[in-house]
């Protein structure tokens, strides 16, 4: 006999097998086996053989015996089992001739499935191996065992030890079923067994549950009678095979065969979900489902389906909000992950729901999320249990399934409601739009028309006009026309824009219109239709017509015209051409109303009849801040401020009637609670005669409002502060110059009424003082290159007196940045003006008291300086009246001697004409001067006053630099009293370098900057500000004001002085002075 085989296989000379697949360890006690059954074991599938036992009746192969294949006697034996036989008996002959009897049991007769074929040989008592069963038995991965008529243990495989959870099989022998599974199912299984034995008939392939190792798995059972040689019953062999993967597998797919065929018959969603979540719980007992879906927000759990779970416990976790911390499917939805909760009792997730949960009778909770197809999550899929547990392999496979279903059917409703409210949208946006829009198919049949196409094809109902061509209603050429632009854009895939094409009518029937054809493609990119969009201009062709009528009625009388006809039809030619610009602008005006509609700047909402939102455009995301994911699914209401939500509702409920809303104004909520002012239209989305949802569309006029209210709020304050300030504002038309606005201070600055500058503009320039009026008029008229407009000058007032005038002129842009307005304010500064004058008259004696106060200090220098010229001119004087008195008088000496008593005399005169120039009283007045130059002509007076305490000065003069206009006297004073200051610090110093450093440069583009050093020692923290104070002095003997005259003379002409507080070792004096030395406003 030969079999094909995974291994190979061959039988030694004494009939043992060698070379068998699978030789287990030690088994159950085959002796015993054999003395209560008397047979030999057979193990094979229905193609092949995989093992046997060495015993051939009297010499007679398995096939000889057999007769048959085994494919063929399995196939029988099954027969025999459906028929309700479960043995057989075979008659054979041996090699002598001699007849024998066998038995022939099949175990095991499942598809596919692993089976026993017990032989019982009824000739002669059978001779038994106990080695050769045990390999058998420990190689097969079923559980097997043999039972006596009491149903304890006698032979058990090592495969159904491990299930029981026992090491060794022999630790079986002699328990029940009872020893190791609940009461339950113990007694169950003995029943089973009781039958087996007292009818002597196999159970064949019975499926149930069992728990093994603590997990719940499914085995196909078949449990066969052990005959004595006599035949009777004394036991039982079982075969039990783990089908739980296989079950699963079919339960998935029956369930989402079920599904499917659900989702697909349009069944409701709820329906749906209830058998899903059945057809789960029958393939995992004592577990109850449910499925929970997150709102439009994606903040709450709500419209929970759970067929088994208590009523109260589903009303109880409607609506509650996902968190990190929320029982076992918030915390999932919230995590995007399954959450697995052994015991509801002691999870801290579970705290705010637990008692909920125990009223219930539930103790574990396993939620996975529910998915979408972009992986967005949709809800949970729970699995309950009224015990702790935690699941298993297959369980966790088997949720994952179920929610994948129920994020299908999820997904298919939500899809399904999402395109139902886009088609009602854009019929009814097709139907308030004035234009005709329609849909042909690639035969150029209507898919789809609106309400204005169907009027023009001359119907009542859009729907007549579906699967109809243009040929029905409009006549042969105008539709053959149509019909080859329609195969122009199908073919091509080039639109048609703005054609003007009429409807083949004549007379008042014919219509004129602007057609646009566009191609319709599928979600492939291919062409199968088109778009087409048409809208009546009849009566702008007719006024076209009207007018080429009139050009060619005008030109005919031409000729016949005087030459004031003939300026007459000129002029008539220029109206006509503005008349064609006007058609050419209202057609770009048609075309950017058609991009504005096709953009929808405006806010654009769907409600359902429950007020909640189905619809949220791109506008209405910007104007109040709220995603249409936050907002899908909320109450309309709560997104308008609480006092205004009753009027919100009642408008609401009046539209849903069958109302009309237009122009109502109410305010919407951002995120953040800020309102926003919208204007609100209102109109019934209606499915059939009943009202299903409100479309509303919304304006924002938030700023409009804002400006509005700025603009009140600002002219009254502008009016109140215009009409009492003492200054006068004015506003001016910058290309007319006419005097929009003058305030009424007008009259008491200028001394002129307002009227006259309403009436005359000019009265303004007529006031200005004429030596100033045209600087005044060059400075106004100047401004708009210079950005603005700031000038003094005087004015002369009608009874002869002069006031000064500060006057600051700011210009207004308009949109396209070109000045169009000048507004400014004049202010009345004569006060200020002498203040300042009369500030300069006492600086300036001020300055010549300290001069004279200087000269005190400087005597003895002076004199020094005055005793060197004085003493060469007596020399020389003396020496010439020698040269006369003795008789011997040269000219030439003479000369030289009297030149010198010249030069001395001129020396002098130059040291009193300085001395005279420095203390004499002056008014202050300006010119331009070099501050390199001054420097040097005050050096003679301060070399003296630096020699006497061994002091140095040096200079370090700019060249050419920018003259500067300014005081000549007051700056050399500024020079004088700084140097002095820094020769007095060094006298009282200690022995060193004395030298004082004066140096000139110009600095930031229009400056000229002084530095005065000195290498005395430093100013004491703080001296750096309060030496500039007036009385404020170091010195016993000072008077404490001959640097805050130098600070004062300095700020007059726009300048600053300070100290360089950088500077070491010594102190630096920096003074810095503008090149046209204007003072600093005050």
């Given at each position: 006999m030969s079999h094909s085989t995974s291994g190979r296989y061959e039988r030694t000379?004494?009939?043992?097998?060698?070379?068998?697949?699978?030789?287990?360890?030690?088994?159950?006690?085959?002796?015993?086996?054999?003395?209560?059954?008397?047979?030999?074991?057979?193990?094979?599938?229905?193609?092949?053989?995989?093992?046997?036992?060495?015993?051939?009746?009297?010499?007679?192969?398995?096939a000889a015996l057999l007769g048959a294949t085994l494919a063929a006697i399995i196939a029988e034996e099954r027969d025999a089992a459906a028929g309700g036989e479960r043995e057989t008996i075979r008659v054979w002959r041996d090699r002598d001739g001699v007849d024998g009897r066998v038995r022939v049991q099949i175990l095991g007769a499942e598809p596919d499935a692993t089976v026993v074929v017990v032989l019982t040989d009824v000739t002669q008592p059978a001779v038994s191996d106990p080695e050769r069963l045990r390999v058998l038995l420990e190689s097969m991965p079923e559980s097997i065992y043999f039972k006596d008529v009491d149903s304890r243990f006698v032979v058990a495989n090592r495969a159904l030890a491990h299930a029981l959870g026992q090491r060794d099989p022999e630790d079986l022998v002699g328990l029940t079923d009872a020893d190791f599974y609940p009461a339950a199912d113990a007694a169950r299984y003995r029943a089973d067994e009781v039958e087996v034995i007292a009818s002597g008939r196999s159970m064949v392939g019975k499926i149930e549950p069992c728990v093994v190792r603590g997990e719940q798995r499914w085995f196909a059972t078949t449990k066969a009678p052990i005959r004595d040689d006599a035949g009777n019953v004394v036991g039982l062999v079982g075969i039990s095979r783990d089908v739980t993967d296989r079950r699963l597998l079919a339960g998935r797919m029956a369930a989402e065969a079920e599904v499917l065929k659900r989702l697909s018959s349009g069944q409701p969603l709820d329906e749906v979900l209830t058998a899903l979540i059945g057809m789960i719980e029958d393939q995992c007992p004592g577990m109850l489902g449910s499925v929970l879906r997150l709102d439009p927000t994606g903040r709450r759990l709500e419209r929970g389906v759970g067929p088994s779970l208590p009523p109260g416990y589903m009303a109880a976790i409607n609506g509650v909000e996902i968190g990190a911390e929320v029982g076992s499917c918030g915390t999932a939805a919230h995590g995007n992950t399954r959450v697995i909760t052994e015991d509801i009792e002691t999870d801290p997730k579970w705290a705010p729901y637990r008692s909920v949960a125990a009223a219930a009778g539930l103790r574990a909770c396993w939620s996975q999320p529910i998915h979408d197809s972009e992986g967005r999550v949709r809800g949970t899929f729970a699995m309950y249990y009224r015990t702790p547990r935690h699941p298993n392999e297959d369980e966790q496979q088997l949720i994952d399934f179920a929610a994948t279903l129920a994020g299908i059917a999820i997904e298919r409703e939500a899809s399904e409601t999402a395109l139902w409210?886009?088609?009602?949208?854009?019929?009814?946006?097709?139907?308030?739009?004035?234009?005709?829009?329609?849909?042909k198919d690639a035969d150029q049949r209507f898919l789809r028309v609106n309400r204005?196409?169907?009027?023009?094809?001359?119907?009542?109902?859009?729907?007549v006009a579906v699967g109809r061509h243009d040929v029905e209603f409009f006549s042969a050429e105008a539709a053959a026309g149509y019909a080859a632009d329609d195969r122009r854009v199908i073919e091509t895939g080039v639109p048609i824009i703005g054609k003007v094409e009429h409807n083949g009518a004549s007379g008042e029937e014919r219509r004129w219109f602007s057609t646009t054809k566009t191609p319709f493609r599928d979600e492939r990119g291919e062409i199968v239709g088109l778009v087409g969009i048409s809208r009546d201009i009849t009566e702008r062709i007719r006024y076209e017509h009207a007018l080429r009528d009139a050009h060619r009625e005008i030109e005919a009388r031409v000729e016949d015209r005087t030459k004031a006809l003939s300026e007459a039809n000129t002029s008539l030619f220029r109206e006509m051409s503005d008349r064609q610009r006007a058609v050419e602008a209202l057609r770009h005006s048609e075309v950017r109303y058609r991009a504005v509609v096709e953009n929808a700047p405006d806010v654009i909402v769907c409600l359902g009849p429950d007020f909640r939102v189905s619809e949220w455009n791109q506008a209405a995301e910007t104007v109040l801040g709220r995603t249409r994911d936050e907002v899908i699914g909320t109450d309309f209401r709560d997104l308008c401020p609480a006092d205004e939500r009753r009027t919100l509702a009642v408008t609401l409920a009046a539209v849903l009637a069958g109302s009309n809303v237009r122009d109502l104004e109410l305010p919407g909520l951002t995120r953040d609670g800020v309102e926003r002012r919208l204007c609100w239209n209102l109109t019934p989305l209606s499915t059939g005669d009943a009202a299903t949802g409100v479309i509303a569309l919304g304006?924002?006029?938030t700023e409009r409002?804002?400006?509005?209210?700025?603009?009140?709020?600002?002219?009254?304050?502008?009016?109140?502060?215009?009409?009492?300030i003492r200054e006068v504002f004015w506003l001016t038309e910058w290309e007319t110059g006419r005097v929009i606005y003058v305030s009424p201070a007008y009259e008491s600055v200028f001394g002129r009424p307002a009227e006259a500058i309403y009436r005359n503009s000019q009265d303004w320039i007529d006031a200005i003082h004429p030596e100033d009026r045209e600087r005044v008029k060059a400075s106004f008229f100047g401004s708009a290159e210079r950005g603005g407009y700031d000038e003094e000058y005087r004015i002369i007032r009608p009874n002869g007196s002069q006031r000064w005038i500060r006057d600051r002129g700011f210009l207004i842009r308009n949109e396209l940045g070109r000045v169009y307005r000048?507004?400014?304010?004049?202010?009345?500064?004569?006060?200020?003006?002498?203040?300042?004058?009369?500030?300069?008259?006492?600086?300036?004696?001020?300055?010549?008291?300290?001069?004279?106060s200087t000269m005190g200090e400087m005597t003895a220098g002076l004199a020094h300086e005055l005793n060197q010229p004085l003493a060469a001119i007596v020399n020389f004087a003396e020496a010439c009246l020698r040269e006369i008195r003795s008789g011997r008088f040269d000219r030439d000496v003479a000369s030289e001697d009297l030149e010198q008593v010249i030069q001395q005399a001129v020396r002098a005169g130059a040291i009193i004409r300085r001395l005279r120039s420095f203390v004499r009283k002056e008014a202050p007045s300006r010119s331009e001067a070099d501050v390199s130059e001054l420097v040097r002509e005050i050096m003679p007076m301060l070399d003296p006053l630096a020699r006497r305490g061994g002091i140095t000065i040096?200079?370090?003069?700019?060249?050419?630099?920018?003259?500067?206009?300014?005081?000549?006297i007051q700056i050399q004073q500024v020079i004088f009293n700084v140097t002095r200051n820094g020769i007095e610090a060094m006298i009282d110093a200690a022995e060193g370098k004395r030298q004082i450093t004066v140096a000139t440069r110009a600095v930031a583009g229009d400056r000229v900057e002084i530095a005065i050093s000195n290498a005395g020692p430093p100013l004491e923290p703080g001296m750096a500000t309060r030496i500039f104070e007036p009385f404020y002095t170091t010195k016993g003997g000072g008077m404490g004001l001959g640097l805050a005259i130098a600070s004062g003379i300095v700020e007059a002409h726009g300048g600053r002085i300070w100290v360089d507080e950088t500077f070491a070792p010594g102190v630096m004096f920096r003074i810095e002075i503008p090149f046209r030395g204007e003072p600093h406003e005050s």
């Amino acid at each position: 006999m030969s079999h094909s085989t995974s291994g190979r296989y061959e039988r030694t000379s004494n009939g043992d097998v060698v070379g068998s697949p699978s030789v287990a360890t030690r088994g159950p006690r085959p002796a015993l086996l054999l003395r209560l059954s008397g047979t030999d074991v057979t193990v094979t599938t229905p193609s092949a053989l995989a093992a046997w036992s060495p015993r051939e009746p009297g010499g007679v192969g398995l096939a000889a015996l057999l007769g048959a294949t085994l494919a063929a006697i399995i196939a029988e034996e099954r027969d025999a089992a459906a028929g309700g036989e479960r043995e057989t008996i075979r008659v054979w002959r041996d090699r002598d001739g001699v007849d024998g009897r066998v038995r022939v049991q099949i175990l095991g007769a499942e598809p596919d499935a692993t089976v026993v074929v017990v032989l019982t040989d009824v000739t002669q008592p059978a001779v038994s191996d106990p080695e050769r069963l045990r390999v058998l038995l420990e190689s097969m991965p079923e559980s097997i065992y043999f039972k006596d008529v009491d149903s304890r243990f006698v032979v058990a495989n090592r495969a159904l030890a491990h299930a029981l959870g026992q090491r060794d099989p022999e630790d079986l022998v002699g328990l029940t079923d009872a020893d190791f599974y609940p009461a339950a199912d113990a007694a169950r299984y003995r029943a089973d067994e009781v039958e087996v034995i007292a009818s002597g008939r196999s159970m064949v392939g019975k499926i149930e549950p069992c728990v093994v190792r603590g997990e719940q798995r499914w085995f196909a059972t078949t449990k066969a009678p052990i005959r004595d040689d006599a035949g009777n019953v004394v036991g039982l062999v079982g075969i039990s095979r783990d089908v739980t993967d296989r079950r699963l597998l079919a339960g998935r797919m029956a369930a989402e065969a079920e599904v499917l065929k659900r989702l697909s018959s349009g069944q409701p969603l709820d329906e749906v979900l209830t058998a899903l979540i059945g057809m789960i719980e029958d393939q995992c007992p004592g577990m109850l489902g449910s499925v929970l879906r997150l709102d439009p927000t994606g903040r709450r759990l709500e419209r929970g389906v759970g067929p088994s779970l208590p009523p109260g416990y589903m009303a109880a976790i409607n609506g509650v909000e996902i968190g990190a911390e929320v029982g076992s499917c918030g915390t999932a939805a919230h995590g995007n992950t399954r959450v697995i909760t052994e015991d509801i009792e002691t999870d801290p997730k579970w705290a705010p729901y637990r008692s909920v949960a125990a009223a219930a009778g539930l103790r574990a909770c396993w939620s996975q999320p529910i998915h979408d197809s972009e992986g967005r999550v949709r809800g949970t899929f729970a699995m309950y249990y009224r015990t702790p547990r935690h699941p298993n392999e297959d369980e966790q496979q088997l949720i994952d399934f179920a929610a994948t279903l129920a994020g299908i059917a999820i997904e298919r409703e939500a899809s399904e409601t999402a395109l139902w409210h886009e088609q009602r949208m854009l019929q009814i946006l097709m139907d308030r739009i004035p234009d005709a829009i329609y849909f042909k198919d690639a035969d150029q049949r209507f898919l789809r028309v609106n309400r204005a196409q169907a009027r023009y094809l001359g119907l009542e109902n859009p729907e007549v006009a579906v699967g109809r061509h243009d040929v029905e209603f409009f006549s042969a050429e105008a539709a053959a026309g149509y019909a080859a632009d329609d195969r122009r854009v199908i073919e091509t895939g080039v639109p048609i824009i703005g054609k003007v094409e009429h409807n083949g009518a004549s007379g008042e029937e014919r219509r004129w219109f602007s057609t646009t054809k566009t191609p319709f493609r599928d979600e492939r990119g291919e062409i199968v239709g088109l778009v087409g969009i048409s809208r009546d201009i009849t009566e702008r062709i007719r006024y076209e017509h009207a007018l080429r009528d009139a050009h060619r009625e005008i030109e005919a009388r031409v000729e016949d015209r005087t030459k004031a006809l003939s300026e007459a039809n000129t002029s008539l030619f220029r109206e006509m051409s503005d008349r064609q610009r006007a058609v050419e602008a209202l057609r770009h005006s048609e075309v950017r109303y058609r991009a504005v509609v096709e953009n929808a700047p405006d806010v654009i909402v769907c409600l359902g009849p429950d007020f909640r939102v189905s619809e949220w455009n791109q506008a209405a995301e910007t104007v109040l801040g709220r995603t249409r994911d936050e907002v899908i699914g909320t109450d309309f209401r709560d997104l308008c401020p609480a006092d205004e939500r009753r009027t919100l509702a009642v408008t609401l409920a009046a539209v849903l009637a069958g109302s009309n809303v237009r122009d109502l104004e109410l305010p919407g909520l951002t995120r953040d609670g800020v309102e926003r002012r919208l204007c609100w239209n209102l109109t019934p989305l209606s499915t059939g005669d009943a009202a299903t949802g409100v479309i509303a569309l919304g304006q924002d006029i938030t700023e409009r409002r804002r400006l509005e209210a700025a603009r009140r709020e600002s002219e009254s304050r502008f009016r109140q502060l215009a009409e009492h300030i003492r200054e006068v504002f004015w506003l001016t038309e910058w290309e007319t110059g006419r005097v929009i606005y003058v305030s009424p201070a007008y009259e008491s600055v200028f001394g002129r009424p307002a009227e006259a500058i309403y009436r005359n503009s000019q009265d303004w320039i007529d006031a200005i003082h004429p030596e100033d009026r045209e600087r005044v008029k060059a400075s106004f008229f100047g401004s708009a290159e210079r950005g603005g407009y700031d000038e003094e000058y005087r004015i002369i007032r009608p009874n002869g007196s002069q006031r000064w005038i500060r006057d600051r002129g700011f210009l207004i842009r308009n949109e396209l940045g070109r000045v169009y307005r000048i507004a400014g304010i004049a202010a009345d500064v004569t006060a200020r003006r002498e203040a300042e004058e009369a500030a300069r008259q006492h600086q300036a004696k001020l300055a010549h008291v300290s001069r004279l106060s200087t000269m005190g200090e400087m005597t003895a220098g002076l004199a020094h300086e005055l005793n060197q010229p004085l003493a060469a001119i007596v020399n020389f004087a003396e020496a010439c009246l020698r040269e006369i008195r003795s008789g011997r008088f040269d000219r030439d000496v003479a000369s030289e001697d009297l030149e010198q008593v010249i030069q001395q005399a001129v020396r002098a005169g130059a040291i009193i004409r300085r001395l005279r120039s420095f203390v004499r009283k002056e008014a202050p007045s300006r010119s331009e001067a070099d501050v390199s130059e001054l420097v040097r002509e005050i050096m003679p007076m301060l070399d003296p006053l630096a020699r006497r305490g061994g002091i140095t000065i040096r200079t370090d003069l700019g060249d050419a630099l920018p003259p500067v206009r300014l005081d000549p006297i007051q700056i050399q004073q500024v020079i004088f009293n700084v140097t002095r200051n820094g020769i007095e610090a060094m006298i009282d110093a200690a022995e060193g370098k004395r030298q004082i450093t004066v140096a000139t440069r110009a600095v930031a583009g229009d400056r000229v900057e002084i530095a005065i050093s000195n290498a005395g020692p430093p100013l004491e923290p703080g001296m750096a500000t309060r030496i500039f104070e007036p009385f404020y002095t170091t010195k016993g003997g000072g008077m404490g004001l001959g640097l805050a005259i130098a600070s004062g003379i300095v700020e007059a002409h726009g300048g600053r002085i300070w100290v360089d507080e950088t500077f070491a070792p010594g102190v630096m004096f920096r003074i810095e002075i503008p090149f046209r030395g204007e003072p600093h406003e005050s």
